[in-house]
Structures are given as structure tokens and as C-alpha cells.
Nanobody, 120 residues
Framework: QVLLVASGGGLVQAGGSLRLSCTAS????????MGWFRRAPGKEREFIAS????????YYIDSVKGRFTISRDNAQNTVYLQMNSLEPGDTAVYSC?????????????WGQGTQVTVSS
């Protein structure tokens, strides 16, 4: 079992930045691909970004490319999401996920969310 705890959300004005963190405990963190997802009010969960277990490759959806950066520190069992140039449309509950297989709608483990609110 892997326990994932996300933090770093908050209220920010449009154009601002936030850095989310997700710390894992349980099994060996470096064995897992990691991803960030979000769920906006009234919408389905949306995949945002992922990073391979080695950290060598990353993937982003088009709407966050150039604004968001996913990274990981395997020594700290933590994955990060640096979010810059935030827009009101980024308002959502953000959560992280881990998996030996991780896709846009599947992961082995899911964490609780952290609220991000972007005001205009």
C-alpha cells in the first residue's frame, strides 16, 4: 500500500504561482510513476501531468504545457507540481497518484486532494 498526502494548495490571484507537493509513504516510492490530476467543480477528474519513476520523462496536457512543471525527489519520496501563470480555469482540487502503470484515468494509488483557487 502507498499513502499519498498532497499539500501546498491555496488561494492565488490570476498570474500567480503555487507549488504543490505530494509525499508518499509505504512501498518504495522510486518504483512508481507519479501523476497529478485535478477535479474542477461540476467536472470529471482530469489528468494533468506525469513523471516516470526515473524522472527521465514527463508528460503534460496541452492546457498546462509551459506553465506547469512536474518533478520528483526520490530521496524525499515526494513529487512536486510547480504551477505558474495560474488562470481561473485552473481552480480545482488537485491530487496525486502513483502506479507501476499510470494513465490518464488509471493509477494504483490515489491521494487526497488539495484545493487550488485562482481568483480573477
Amino acid at each position: 500500500q502507498v499513502l499519498l498526502v498532497a499539500s501546498g494548495g491555496g488561494l492565488v490571484q490570476a498570474g500567480g504561482s503555487l507549488r504543490l507537493s505530494c509525499t508518499a509513504s509505504g512501498r518504495t516510492f522510486s518504483n512508481y510513476h507519479m501523476g497529478w490530476f485535478r477535479r474542477a467543480p461540476g467536472k470529471e477528474r482530469e489528468f494533468i501531468a506525469s513523471i516516470a519513476w526515473t524522472g527521465a520523462s514527463t508528460y503534460y496536457i496541452d492546457s498546462v504545457k509551459g506553465r506547469f512543471t512536474i518533478s520528483r525527489d526520490n530521496a524525499q519520496n515526494t513529487v512536486y507540481l510547480q504551477m505558474n501563470s495560474l488562470e481561473p480555469g485552473d481552480t480545482a482540487v488537485y491530487s496525486c497518484a502513483a502506479g507501476t502503470v499510470l494513465t490518464y484515468n488509471y493509477a494504483d494509488y490515489w491521494g487526497q486532494g488539495t484545493q487550488v483557487t485562482v481568483s480573477s
